[in-house]
């Protein structure tokens, strides 16, 4: 059965402390995304990876990073210094087929800092 | 650097009604994407226009991409409970590289 995991699916952290979230997929797709959805509010795009070892900056990189060592696999760190990171965090994964350029979302990860 | 916004924000409608979405682009668009989030989950991709001017249809809803490549909507004739959720445009960056996501219209439904 195709398609993105995320793992955990609430997360709950302290003030201070470093934390990764998990996004695996098995479509072979070659880019991979991560997005921060605020309740109420849009997404918007944290980093980006078109191909492995490699990875962009996207709209809100700061506090945050990212590795793309396998194609399946960019897991995300949120670092002590992201100064509001309780949010909904969505990984995302797409492939160009015929033209079409889809993003694939798996389920999101609920961050909340205590 | 580009910038993807949406009217209204919120929607109520009853159920039965109509509803439509307006998406607008700051640049001219390859292609314009719609995805649907139900309350709780993540986004779905609807459907992906591509031509100045298309018109697809899929059952009660119909999208549209304006003739300059600048704007789309959504509308959905007939409204169900099933069509709660937040609907999101989405143009591509150059290259194709990266979404940029529209603002999102909240649609809620009055039994």
């Known amino acids: 059965d195709g398609g993105i995991t995320q793992s955990p699916k609430y997360l709950f952290r302290k003030e201070g402390q470093n934390v990764t979230l998990s996004c695996e997929q098995n479509?072979?797709?070659?880019?991979m995304y991560w997005y921060r959805q605020d309740p109420g509010q849009g997404l918007r795009l944290i980093y980006y990876?078109?191909?492995?070892?490699?990875?962009q900056k996207g709209d809100i990189a700061e506090g945050y990073s990212v590795s793309r060592e396998k194609k399946e696999s960019f897991p995300l760190t949120v670092t002590s210094a992201q100064k509001n990171p309780t949010a909904f965090y969505l990984c995302?994964?797409?492939?160009?087929?015929?033209?079409?350029?889809?993003?694939?979302f798996g389920p999101g990860t609920r961050l909340t800092v205590l | 650097g580009q910038q993807v916004m949406q009217i209204p924000q919120y929607q109520h409608v009853q159920e039965g009604e109509d509803f439509t979405t307006y998406c607008n682009s700051s640049t001219t668009l390859s292609n314009i994407q719609w995805y649907k989030q139900r309350p709780g989950g993540h986004p779905v991709f609807l459907i992906q226009?591509?031509?100045?001017?298309e018109v697809k249809k899929q059952k009660r809803l119909t999208f549209q991409f304006g003739e300059a490549k600048k704007n789309s909507s959504l509308h959905i004739t007939a409204t169900q409970t099933t069509d709660v959720g937040t609907y999101f445009c989405a143009g591509p960056t150059v290259g194709n590289e990266k979404l940029t996501f529209g603002t999102g219209t909240r649609l809620t439904i009055i039994p």
């Open positions: 990876s078109q191909i492995v070892n490699d990875f």
């Open positions: 995302a994964s797409s492939s160009q087929y015929d033209r079409v350029y889809e993003q694939f």
């Open positions: 226009l591509v031509k100045s001017g």
């Open positions: 479509l072979n797709h070659d880019a």
